[in-house]
């Protein structure tokens, strides 16, 4: 992530595109989220910088 500005917009959204979480975070910073209130499946996680370029998805299982 080669940019000055460090804000990042992360998102994350179940498997049918609905939006469960959004928040802007700082890119260079490890950012945790609590998964435990989101169903059990597959989510989407995606961030992107302020001028909502891509910068990374990736998609992950949630279990119990």
Do not use: C, M, P, Y
């Amino acid at each position: 992530f080669q940019n000055s500005n460090t804000n990042a917009l992360l998102e994350i959204f179940n498997i049918n595109g609905a939006l469960l979480f959004s928040r802007q975070v700082n890119a260079e910073k490890e950012v945790e989220v609590d998964l435990s209130s989101f169903s059990n499946g597959v989510l989407i996680v995606k961030v992107s910088d302020t001028e909502e370029r891509f910068i990374w998805q990736e998609k992950l299982v949630k279990e119990e």
